[in-house]
């Protein structure tokens, strides 16, 4: 097989190449088009990045390019050509043995995707005895063998277990391990470290790059993070609406995009907010502790200053408690022990205590708009709520508000009778801020209100959040894991690990000199757009170990 | 860029909307035959139900000279073992079997569906006590316990309603409550919460109409459930008592002409049949246009 | 510590269900509690005196604490007394367990012949529909079930009775002799061929076991139709769920042929759910046990039980309703503990 990659490299034929695709989906009784005639190629050992917003279309090209479409999907035209024969005319027979053995999937979340029922090796193995590639005692030692080299712990135990039995980080390595055995020469890679915390993910990309380059295997990389696939990719490629925006070589598409569009996509990373010293606070947090009914205590002795008018970011990953703490300030979730003061006076620590006007003062938005808005309301009945039901607007008075409120978040008074169902993602947002804002509240928290948005309209919400603050002196509470956000917004940072808030301080100081060492970890985890950055910090750990293994 | 979008979105907007508006019609033209079928036929026991007195040839209990009479002129389908004119039966019977069922089903979705809501809005010793209560009244089979019950309080039209309405709301209440949760997670519904909404706003407000597309289904499959434990029991002899014109004691009494060829019996039964496959293929219908919601009944 | 957690999840469904059974069996011995007071006088008829008036309600225990009666009533039913039946009051004393008895060995019969048919043909057609989703198959069969469960059953009963029937009368029927002459006898030939399954089930203690199942054979086929319509529906839906899963995705991607992607990917998966299934739809069976008796004259409970309702005779409804009860509990119950015996997280705990 080495031998044959040799000689097709230097002949630079392409190990794929995917002519003319398109994808069609059914939905609303209707086909729609996915893919409108993209084109792809790629030669033994390369990796393609493709890059996308949402409904860009990658993950429906990745899966194409092994000749398959999901359930409701259907490929309308074009070819897949795999190593010189039409995966799309072939016979399925001739495709289902291309598949598992030739090209391999690693998929978004591997918790959905291993079969629960059968152990992690015995599902590894599957494709090379299927296949009649190894032995089933052979397929075993080089299981135990590709774990090793994709640093899963205990590699020579970990198969006997199930999917359920292993972390979200290990599940995703053992999926490429099933991907590796049959040592195939494409594989293609949905998203794998999406689902990831980021301290995780440093380490499952520096696994696969890896192996990817020791076996010298061509991928398909998907992802819509961009310091990622600048890491991952020798080429990369922007989608948008289903169609190639533009394709180069990631340096040179990092340095030099040609399009407007990728510009935009780039742009976003530079957003900063100079970050302005507090008078006084709004908000005092005092030793905190809070559990889930009978459980052990998710937040434990948190104290934390919010500044009036100011933006504090809450940082951490999934199950630092940074959310709970939410639910703590709004009262949904009554702290056991502590006490918070809000504005001078102590806050009841129950929503149930505290009376219709202290409710006003904070309120709340969502990651998600689409459940945070009742699909049965028009928008005029979701902004004009609060007005009423707070300040008692009444008629022209409450008409005249709600138009203003609409200008404030730019959007035109036509949307007000639409249901939340005919918006799109960031007009949903928008008047989730604005029913936010009808209340006038002093204080807004902002749980991961940008995470389920795409990048161009995160950036739009973003500013829009920054010139209300500006407008109105309200102060925002800003829960997120994404350090990029932490930087366009926060005036102050806090650093949350497992219930427990390691680091606090203004952005600048907590951002370029971090005191603790898990807000090191987890900045230096944050992906750049430097190519070389994945190279130089593992380079940087490792002599790090090295130094703190001497010291 | 930002001043941009909200002209695109406008037209898009305007055309999703217009889409949304004929997609009843579309719906409604794209209906299979089999959902027309089912909607024809609930017409026609509709209005047979409710001009009963104007359409049927005889009196309800107006009694003949000769019992089971062949079909004639005279007598459409003959007549009943006391000589009463079938088809005339058969009409008042639409009336009374669907009736006493469309009442029932109301009784059982209006107790199930406000306490299966109030459960999963409340959660706590509430959601506890009814959940448990209605996982014993669910162990025993209904129709047993339907039987058991009517032999302490005897067969009377108010007692089988009640009973009836009693057990199938078991079954309603399962599934307010279950389709209640779903919502009750939602964060619109702890953004009225937050607010300081009462009881009253966040379940007409925020919980009512995101819950009833899939109530409305089961409206339909229940009341066929109904309408088919009534007429198992009248057929029993302990549901709709004598003189009442009632399909299910209809079939029983005339069970021993089918001994002789004749398909007389088969009448009121097969007019039980058709109306049951016809809310049936309406339901389905409904649940596919809808979503893909509920394949299973 | 492995077996422990299934133990242990097994031992509480167990004590669940015990307890569930516990309370079903409070509900039907208050049936009699709930019982209206001249109810004694109602059942004696015209001739009642004071004496048996009171006598009766002695009888039934009317004149003592509720909670003393529950006890003695659930001591004597373990020890397999159920009390005596009203309708031995004139002269000899009839048990309720002695009528029960050869009624339970034949409804139990009756049952277990129809799920040995209905299980298996129900399940094939569920996953087969599954598998040809959307087919010729698959829509005709989705449309005929879906017409079946609309129907009583004693509407199919009879039209099965009628059919069987019809092998004799039909050609003397006027309907047959409007009919062409070669229409007629070709109807006829066809409705020869079904077998003459007795259209009465005449059961005794002395029938033999082989003509015991011809003569259940109506009453079983109703049954089977009722229920493998609803149990291949639900089939149908458990299996289309499961094949939507990502991991039947990553089979297919890995290059598995369908046979492998079901039988090894998606069958260790199916058990809880197609078990769950058939547990659910057997308590169509017990309602269809009462109907279907009726009809044939089958002498099981299910008949014992309609007639008794009829009469008032309660001792004997209310050991009815608490054998039925039972059964259904104890179906759910194991069912339940197949589910958590396939289940792989339980069996495999972190």
């Known amino acids: ?551 | 860029m930002t001043s941009a979008e909200p002209l695109i979105q406008t037209t898009r907007a305007h055309r999703v909307r217009r889409t949304r508006r004929s997609r009843m019609r579309m719906a409604l033209k794209n209906a299979p035959l089999s959902a027309w079928f089912g909607m024809g036929v609930i017409l026609c026991y509709v209005v047979i139900a409710l001009f009963a007195p104007l359409i049927a040839p005889y009196r309800e209990t107006q009694v003949f000279s000769e019992a089971f009479a062949p079909w004639s002129h005279e007598f459409t389908f003959g007549t009943d073992q006391l000589g009463r004119d079938m088809l005339t039966r058969l009409i008042y019977g639409a009336r009374n079997t669907i009736g006493i069922a469309f009442i029932t089903t109301t009784f059982s979705f209006a107790a199930g569906m406000t306490l299966g809501l109030l459960a999963a809005m409340y959660r706590g010793w509430l959601d506890q006590l009814l959940s448990r209560a209605v996982d014993v009244l669910m162990s025993i089979p209904s129709l047993i316990f339907a039987l058991m019950l009517l032999s302490i309080f005897g067969s009377s039209i108010p007692s089988l309603i009640l009973i009836i309405a009693l057990l199938d709301s078991t079954r309603v209440f399962r599934l307010a409550r279950a389709v209640g949760l779903n919502v009750v997670v939602m964060e619109y519904v702890e953004v009225a919460q937050l607010r300081g909404e009462g009881p009253v706003w966040m379940l007409r407000k925020e919980i009512l109409p995101n819950v009833l597309p899939p109530l409305i289904a089961e409206f339909g499959l229940r009341f066929c459930f109904v309408f088919l434990t009534i007429a198992a029991l009248s057929f029993l002899g302990v549901g709709i008592q004598p003189p009442s014109a009632d399909w299910g004691s209809m079939v029983r009494e005339n069970a021993t002409l089918i001994t002789y060829g004749d398909v007389t019996p088969l009448l009121p039964a097969g007019a039980i049949a058709l109306l049951t496959v016809a809310v049936n293929f309406v339901v389905d219908w409904f649940l596919h246009s809808t979503s893909g919601l509920r394949d299973e009944k | 510590m492995r077996l422990n957690s299934v133990a242990k999840t097994v031992l509480q469904r167990l004590g669940l269900g015990l307890i569930t059974l516990f309370i079903v069996s409070i509900i039907i011995f208050s049936a009699v509690a709930m019982l209206p007071g001249d109810f004694a006088k109602a059942t004696l008829g015209q001739s009642a005196t004071p004496e048996t008036v009171a006598a009766l309600q002695h009888e039934i225990g009317l004149d003592r604490p509720p909670v003393e009666r529950y006890f003695s009533w659930v001591g004597k039913m373990l020890k397999g007394d159920f009390g005596s039946s009203f309708a031995s009051r004139t002269g000899y004393r009839r048990t309720v367990a002695e009528i029960i008895a050869p009624r339970l060995y034949n409804t139990i019969f009756l049952a277990v012949m129809t799920a040995l048919i209905a299980v298996p043909l129900a399940l094939g057609l569920g996953i087969v529909a599954a598998l040809y989703r959307n087919s010729w198959f698959d829509r005709v069969v989705n449309t005929v079930t879906l017409t079946t469960i609309s129907f009583p059953e004693f509407f199919i009963a009879y039209m099965l009775a009628f059919l069987i029937i019809s092998r004799d009368t039909f050609a003397g029927t006027e309907f047959a002799q409007s009919l062409p002459a070669w229409l007629a006898i070709s109807i006829n030939w066809t409705l020869n061929v079904v077998p003459k399954f007795p259209t009465l089930a005449n059961i005794n203690d002395e029938t033999p076991f082989w003509d015991h199942v011809w003569r259940a054979a109506l009453p079983s086929i109703t049954l089977t139709l009722v229920i493998v319509a609803h149990m291949m529906r639900m089939t149908r839906a458990a299996i289309l769920n499961m094949l939507s899963s990502p991991y039947i995705d990553m089979a297919r991607l890995k290059g598995m042929g369908p046979m492998v992607v079901v039988v090894r990917h998606a069958l260790p998966n199916a058990w809880a759910p197609i078990v769950t299934v058939v547990a659910f739809n057997l308590a169509y069976l017990i309602v269809g046990v009462v109907i279907v008796e009726v009809v044939f004259v089958y002498p099981g409970v299910g008949q014992l039980m309609v007639d008794a309702v009829r009469s008032r005779d309660v001792p004997v409804v209310q050991a009815c309703a608490l054998v039925f009860a039972a059964a259904y509990i104890l179906l759910n119950l194991i069912a339940d503990i197949i589910s958590i015996a396939t289940n792989p997280r339980l069996l495999h705990p972190r």
Request: with cysteine; charged share 25%.
């Open chain 1, 1 to 551: 097989m080495k031998s044959s990659n040799v000689i097709a490299r230097e002949r630079g034929t392409d190990l794929l190449t995917v002519r003319d695709l398109h994808v069609e989906g059914f939905s609303d009784e209707r086909w729609h088009p996915i893919v409108r005639g993209v084109n792809v190629s790629l030669k033994r050992g390369e990796v393609l990045g493709l890059i996308g917003e949402s409904g860009a279309g990658k993950s429906t090209i990745g899966l194409a390019a092994m000749g398959y479409a999901k359930p409701g999907c259907r490929i309308t035209q074009g070819s897949v050509v795999f190593d010189g024969a039409d995966l799309l005319s072939m016979s399925e027979a001739r495709r289902r043995r291309l598949r598992g053995s030739r090209i391999a999937y690693v998929a978004q979340s591997a918790a959905a995707w291993f079969n629960p029922a059968h152990r992690l090796l015995d599902q590894t193995v599957e494709t090379a005895v299927a296949h009649g590639i190894a032995s089933r005692g052979e397929a075993n030692r080089d299981a135990v063998e590709l774990y090793k080299r994709l640093q899963l712990p205990e590699p020579e135990t970990i198969g006997f277990r199930y999917p359920h039995q292993v972390s979200g980080g290990q599940l995703q390595r053992a999926m490429t391990a099933m991907a590796m055995v049959c040592r195939p020469d494409l594989i293609v890679f949905d998203e794998p470290t999406t689902a990831l915390d980021v301290t995780t993910q440093v380490e499952v990309l520096a696994s696969i790059r890896r192996i990817v380059e020791d076996f010298n295997t061509a991928a398909i990389y998907v992802t819509h993070d961009l310091a990622v696939v600048a890491q991952m990719a020798d080429r990369i490629m922007v989608l948008r609406h289903g169609q190639t925006v533009e394709e180069a070589v990631t340096r040179q598409m990092l340095a030099a995009p040609t399009q407007e569009y990728t510009r935009t996509l780039w742009a976003v990373r530079k957003l900063v907010k100079p970050e302005i010293e507090a008078r006084d606070h709004l908000l005092t947090i005092d030793n905190v502790t809070a559990a889930y009914a009978g459980r052990v205590k998710v937040l434990v002795d948190v104290s934390i200053k919010v500044p009036r008018g100011r933006t504090v970011a809450l940082v951490g990953e999934s199950g630092s408690g940074k959310s709970t703490l939410a639910r703590v300030v709004t009262g949904l979730l009554p702290a056991i022990s502590g006490s918070i003061s809000f504005d001078g006076q102590p806050l009841p620590l129950s929503l149930k205590q505290r009376p219709k006007d202290l409710l006003r003062r904070i309120q709340m938005i969502y990651q998600s708009p689409d459940s945070a808005l009742n699909p049965r309301q028009t928008v005029e009945d979701i902004i004009a709520r609060p007005l009423e039901f707070y300040l008692g607007l009444k008629g022209e008075q409450r008409d005249r508000r709600i138009g203003e409120l609409m200008h404030m978040i730019e959007m035109d008074e036509s949307f007000l009778d639409r249901l939340p169902g005919e918006l799109s993602g960031g007009q949903k947002q928008r008047i989730c801020i604005a029913r936010a804002v009808a209340a006038n509240p002093d204080l807004i928290i902002c749980d991961e209100v940008t995470s389920a948005l795409d990048q161009i309209v995160q950036e739009e919400i973003l500013k829009l959040l920054m010139r209300l603050q500006r407008e109105l002196g309200v102060s925002y509470i800003f829960i997120t894991h994404d350090i990029s956000t932490v930087r366009a917004i926060a005036d102050k940072v806090v650093v949350m690990h497992q219930g427990k808030v390691v680091e606090q301080g203004s952005k600048t100081e907590v951002l370029t000199t971090p005191h603790a060492a898990y807000t090191e970890l987890l900045l230096s985890s944050v992906p750049e757009m430097d190519p070389d950055w994945l190279t130089q910090l593992l380079a940087r750990r490792k002599n790090r170990g090295i130094l703190d293994a001497a010291g």
